[in-house]
């Protein structure tokens, strides 16, 4: 028992080094070639199972070849949602403090794709 998670991540082609995909293989599907977005099997707690995830997942990213942030998303059993954030500096993280009720699937919060995905235009 105890407090179990899932997650995603966005889709870039991070090219995911051999070391890393023998340490979570059990527990995270990879894409053919280990080459893009990962994301969880199985439910796993992040304080045992994935306990350092996060911070290899940073390891593991060629920040000099990879000028972006990469984001995962853990969703929890619980219905709570942690956004991790990573960047060439470390790993950020972030959780909401607050829900609004809409009407169907908004995302009107990202300003960036606000815009090219309104349904009501």
């Not at 080094?17 to 280990?34: D, Q, R, S």
């Not at 920040?63 to 949602?81: A, K, M, Q, T």
């Not at 972030?94 to 829900?99: I, L, N, R, T």
Request: charged letters at 25%; aromatic letters at 16%.
């Amino acid at each position: 028992m105890g407090f179990r998670s899932t997650f995603t991540t966005q889709h870039y082609a991070i090219d995911w080094p051999e070391w890393f995909v023998e340490k979570y293989e059990a527990t995270i599907m990879f894409p053919p070639g280990n080459c893009g977005p990962i994301s969880s099997k199985i439910e796993c707690k992040t304080y045992s199972t994935w306990v350092d995830l996060d911070k290899d997942i940073h390891r593991a990213i060629d920040w000099d070849s990879f000028p972006l942030d990469f984001v995962l998303v853990y969703l929890h059993e619980c219905g709570g949602i942690t956004r991790v954030q990573f960047d060439k500096a470390g790993v950020l993280y972030s959780e909401p403090d607050a829900w609004k009720e809409t009407e169907n699937i908004t995302h009107d919060y990202c300003g960036a794709c606000s815009d090219v995905y309104r349904t009501d235009r």
